[in-house]
């Protein structure tokens, strides 16, 4: 019998929590699914964390390291089910998760992207999410526009959407040639064509990792390929809006690592009109100054206070 969902896991290197993470799937109070890993070319013990499951919903394949977008196109090329569960291979998810997910398609048959909140989880404390939403409450069910709910921090999340499989037949799958920045490419697809069920409710654990800069910043042809959207972005305000403040966080990053043709790349296609004014403030500062403040943030956060230039 075909199951309900087919939760899509891409695993690389992750031997310390794929075990938590696939025993949170394993322990969902909705058990109708299947689970979907895909090993993409490990070199640590991940392939025997995985072999100590026996459990018949696992499906497991290997390929020669490719990408995680690679990984997850496998995956979903595999899945019997109509909808489409993402979760990565080191976060967590509440024993109601699927539960709530499943609730919301029956309420909401019409739609095709549902979701909940998240917890941020960092090397020192557990945060929640924040988004762009006015009024919202714990709880909160609604039908959001991705690109205005998104201003602070992302309605979707590689751990926390659900789509159905006709999603991927209109918009396409990843795009493998990202490096870095595959999800947000494949949110504005989705943002574009479809609106997104989401409830405020934290059925998600995000471990986040501290990425080196030298990966986020200084390989241009690795980033979502924003200008994909350049002519869609002048009639659809909210998706020109979101572009620009991924081009601050690109540009940003771009000063951090000296890098001044990237910052001017990313700086001039900015309307300044789009940021606040923190955000326009950081723009105009001199590289020093800004690594100035991030070793002040990164100071800040592990005494338990969190700072954000999108609030």
């Known amino acids: 019998m075909t199951p309900y969902f087919s939760i899509i896991i891409p695993l690389y290197n992750k031997e310390t929590h794929i075990k938590s993470t696939i025993q949170s799937v394993l322990d969902q109070t909705f058990q109708d699914f299947e689970v979907i890993v895909v090993n993409d070319g490990s070199r640590d013990g991940s392939k025997s964390v ?49 539960e709530t997910i499943y609730q919301l398609i029956q309420s909401f048959p019409e739609y095709y992207v549902f979701a909940t909140s998240v917890l941020i989880e960092t090397p020192n404390d557990v945060i929640p999410s924040i988004y762009s939403i006015d009024n919202l409450k714990d709880n909160d069910v609604c039908v959001l526009d991705y690109f205005e709910s998104s201003t602070i921090n ?9 789509l159905h499989k006709s999603v991927f037949e209109k918009i396409g799958i990843y795009n493998t040639s990202i490096k870095n920045g595959e999800d947000t490419d494949l949110w504005i697809r989705i943002g574009i064509h479809y609106q997104i ?18 990966n986020n910043a200084t390989r241009l042809i690795d980033k979502p390929a924003l200008d994909n959207y350049a002519q869609l972005e002048t009639t659809n305000r ?5 572009l620009d403040l991924n081009r601050f966080s690109m540009a940003m990053l771009a000063k951090l690592e000296n890098d001044s043709l ?34 002040f943030k990164g100071l800040l956060q592990y005494l338990g206070i969190h700072l954000s230039a999108f609030k």
């Open 50 to 98: 995985l072999a100590s499951f026996s459990d018949d919903k696992i499906y497991y394949y290997e390929q020669e390291n490719q990408g995680v977008s690679a990984s997850r196109n496998l995956a979903i090329s595999k899945a019997k089910s109509n909808y489409i569960a993402l979760l990565d291979a080191d976060d967590l998810w509440e024993p109601t998760y699927l």
């Open 197 to 214: 069920v989401f409830k405020n409710q934290a059925l998600v654990t995000y471990r986040f990792q501290e990425q080196s800069l030298s």
């Open 154 to 162: 992302s309605l979707l999340t590689s751990s926390s959407v659900v």
């Open 238 to 242: 909210g998706l020109k809006k979101f």
């Open 262 to 295: 990237s910052f001017e790349y990313f700086e001039k296609a900015i309307d300044y009109a789009n940021l606040n004014k923190k955000q326009q403030f950081l723009l105009k500062q001199p590289a020093f100054s800004i690594k100035l403040f991030h070793k």
